[in-house]
């Protein structure tokens, strides 16, 4: 929650699309056997197509800014590589003497972000291929064998409309950004070694239903999402790079009228969030609602060693 807050204020005071770039079942084998790189490949095809559509002078004319978060899983768990990103309406123009905003229902047409983002991923995966970067599964003789596969299928790219206020914006990064492939609520029951969770079927309108599984083949369907060690799964591009914050972002601020979202949380304690989040003080007894959890001296806290 205080991650969330605080981009929240970080973001420039304009409506946000939301655009997710995903990749076609034929790169699935090619990226998972290669996660590290392919899916940092992933995201710098994501924002290079956005900063590089938002340039044109046909769309916007201007430099773009996003937050770019990756998740590999659809409802059911299967393995759906994708990047989901929050991009400002608008952008700095180059001689950063204003705000150039972008049309109202779209940010630039997505048939063009889908034969720009195509173009881009496959670029760079050639590229990585021909270092010997990235390993080809064993069942493909060579980077032009998948090349043409993506090319024979239209790429599709998704965008939402624009969120219609700041709340709307946090509330949506809050469910987002730190999930992971399965949330408690949505395990249903286990019985007879098999477990059951429920999804929302897209293909039915988004419908809700219950899938059971094997216990293993459920245990594999979630391991696949584990992230190599250390990625980061979160990324900014444009206006909203680290490396810009002090100079575009600001310069952002400047050129709109409009005031920030003011972030509630930075700089409070724990126990402080937790109070404003629940609406509760966590150190009241839960019970009694008057007893008080209190903080034990060093000198009595039992010495254990470890194990």
């Given at each position: 929650m205080q991650w969330v807050d605080k981009l929240a204020a970080d973001l420039p005071p304009v409506k946000h699309f939301h655009i997710v770039f995903t990749i076609p079942a034929c790169l699935h084998k090619l990226f998972y056997i290669n996660q590290r790189i392919a899916y940092s490949l992933l995201f710098k095809a994501a924002g290079q197509t956005l900063m590089q559509c938002a340039r044109n002078t046909h769309y916007l004319g201007a430099e773009a800014g996003a937050v770019a978060l990756l998740h590999t899983w659809g409802q059911t768990m299967t393995y759906h590589p994708h990047i989901h990103t929050i991009v400002p309406a608008g952008g700095v123009s180059d001689d950063g003497m204003e705000w150039v905003p972008s049309a109202k229902k779209f940010f630039v047409p997505v048939k063009v972000l889908s034969t720009v983002f195509r173009g881009i991923l496959c670029r760079l995966l050639q590229e990585s291929v021909f270092r010997k970067e990235i390993k080809l599964p064993?069942?493909?003789?060579?980077?032009?064998?998948?090349?043409?596969?993506c090319y024979a299928k239209k790429w599709v790219v998704y965008a939402e409309k624009p969120f219609a206020s700041p709340d709307n914006l946090v509330r949506y990064l809050g469910n987002y950004?730190?999930?992971?492939?399965?949330?408690?609520?949505?395990?249903?029951?286990?019985?007879?070694?098999?477990?059951?969770?429920?999804?929302?079927?897209?293909?039915?309108?988004?419908?809700?239903?219950?899938?059971?599984?094997?216990?293993?083949?459920?245990?594999?369907?979630?391991?696949?999402h584990v992230l190599p060690c250390g990625f980061s799964k979160i990324r900014y591009f444009g206006f909203m790079a680290i490396c810009k914050r002090k100079t575009k972002l600001n310069l952002c601020y400047s050129l709109l009228p409009t005031p920030t979202y003011f972030s509630r949380l930075t700089g409070l304690l724990a126990m402080?969030?937790?109070?404003?989040?629940?609406?509760?003080?966590p150190i009241i007894c839960a019970k009694c609602k008057k007893g008080k959890l209190m903080a034990s001296p060093a000198c009595n806290v039992l010495h254990m060693e470890p194990g």
């Open positions: 064993d069942d493909t003789p060579d980077f032009q064998t998948i090349k043409a596969k950004t730190h999930r992971v492939a399965i949330s408690n609520h949505r395990m249903v029951g286990y019985k007879d070694d098999k477990v059951t969770f429920s999804y929302r079927d897209n293909k039915a309108g988004g419908a809700r239903k219950t899938m059971t599984l094997e216990t293993m083949e459920f245990i594999r369907r979630f391991m696949q402080e969030v937790l109070q404003i989040i629940s609406g509760k003080d």
